[in-house]
């Protein structure tokens, strides 16, 4: 299988890196569903404290949702940043003209005006999504509204993940059951079957929620309902590269405009110097992008990126890469939204040893930050059950 240029958190550059080693089929102290961020800080812990762990992951790579590719030319990161993003300033457009000076101060009252409004929404009419709620009809109010509401829980800080300590982890195997009704709990894939005293589920909640695992004795009411209150956002990304500079701009200047009465464009031009831009789309706009296939993305951003910087731009194609959270199946969208209280009951332990990490599970969640905190516990709690 031709890996290309996926080297930052494919299986080839973990092996390399000795984070990988076999596995035997003897029993383990604990297992753990999942090689993202939460199911690898849990086993890094777990093993250095000098306790028998195996890892098992459905896809062909570690890192789950946090996951580069460069095979464009340039480092495109499918979830977050794995590699820390220059903070240069924005431009924001409305209809192809770039703000004045007047026009950028008063925008950036207009952001803590507007966002302060959408937190009342949130508290006074909870589930009610804001731009039904806010009768904003300026330019500026709905560019300032949209931006407010593209913003991503991850910050431009990379996800960190330690590839000094040498871990077992088995590709490619998913798993379909977790059996903890005998003393020791039995985990089962179409391809393998394994027992440990202690298991740590790091998969999606959207995984979760579409029942590609089943448990017994089966999730408790409070699990299930905690699992259906932290549905999965679709965000998406899509990588666009030229063949020459198209953007008179710096390297990893960011955009957002304002195109007709309601459509918003968010862009990263030059990405690290290249001749390049990634485009983001959320929510419906990146369900209905999804949806019309696979092949649709580059042509949407690329249309997005003509509306604001003119139809020359499309002789310059080279490439196009894009996201599909909502259609991968392992992950079911790109992170978690909902109530703190919910994710407190995600966490708690199910018949005792069977255990949950992920960044759904920790805070508020949906960060690479909660992800490696939830591992944290859930090794200690882990550790906990086998020291028994």
């Known amino acids: 299988m031709t890996l290309g240029r996926r080297l930052f958190l494919s299986a080839s550059f973990f092996s390399a890196a000795g984070l990988t080693t076999r ?3 003897a029993d383990h102290d604990v297992a753990i569903i999942g090689a993202g961020i939460a199911g690898l800080t849990a086993a890094r812990a777990i093993a250095a404290a000098g306790k028998n762990v195996v890892v098992l992951e459905a896809r062909q790579r570690i890192g789950g949702r946090v996951f580069t590719d460069s095979d464009l030319g340039f480092a495109f990161d499918h979830g977050a940043p794995t590699r820390a993003v220059p903070q240069t300033a924005g431009a924001v457009l409305v209809n192809g003209k770039e703000l004045l000076k007047a026009d950028y101060e008063r925008y950036e009252k207009l ?4 966002e302060k409004k959408i937190e009342q929404v949130h508290q006074q009419l909870p589930g009610v999504d804001p731009r039904l709620a806010l009768p904003l009809n300026e330019p500026l109010e709905r560019l300032a509204l949209g931006e407010i509401l593209r913003r991503t829980p991850f910050g431009p800080e990379p996800a960190a993940l330690d590839t000094r300590t040498k871990l077992p982890v088995l590709l490619g195997k998913r798993i379909v059951r977790v059996d903890s009704t005998n003393p020791r709990i ?3 894939s179409p391809a393998i079957e394994l027992e ?5 589920v790091t998969v999606p909640v959207g995984v979760l929620a579409a029942g590609m695992i089943s448990f017994a004795p089966p999730l408790s009411t409070a699990k299930l309902t905690a699992i259906s209150a932290l549905p999965m956002t679709v965000y998406d990304k899509v990588a666009v590269s030229f063949s020459k500079k198209v953007f008179d701009a710096p390297a990893d200047a960011r955009v957002i405009a304002l195109v007709g009465q309601n ?3 968010e862009a990263r031009l ?12 959320e929510g419906e706009d990146a369900k ?6 696979p092949t649709s993305a580059g042509a949407t951003a690329l249309t997005s990126l003509a509306e604001v910087f003119g139809k020359d731009i499309r002789s310059s194609l080279v490439g196009t890469q894009s996201t599909r959270w909502g259609q991968d199946r392992l992950s079911q969208g790109s992170w978690s939204t909902g109530p703190a209280a919910q994710r407190a009951v995600l966490a708690m332990p199910h018949h005792e040893r069977v255990l949950f990490a992920g960044e759904a599970t920790e805070g508020n969640g949906a960060t690479a930050a909660a992800a490696h905190a939830s591992g944290l516990r859930a090794a200690k709690q882990a550790l906990t059950i086998v020291a028994r």
């Open 263 to 265: 459509k918003i464009v």
């Open 196 to 200: 440990a005293r202690a298991v740590i």
């Open 23 to 25: 596995v035997s089929a």
């Open 186 to 188: 039995k985990l089962v």
């Open 270 to 281: 030059r990405p690290q110097g290249q001749e390049a831009a990634i485009v983001y789309f």
């Open 111 to 114: 952001l803590v005006e507007i």
């Open 288 to 293: 209905t992008m999804e949806a019309r296939g």
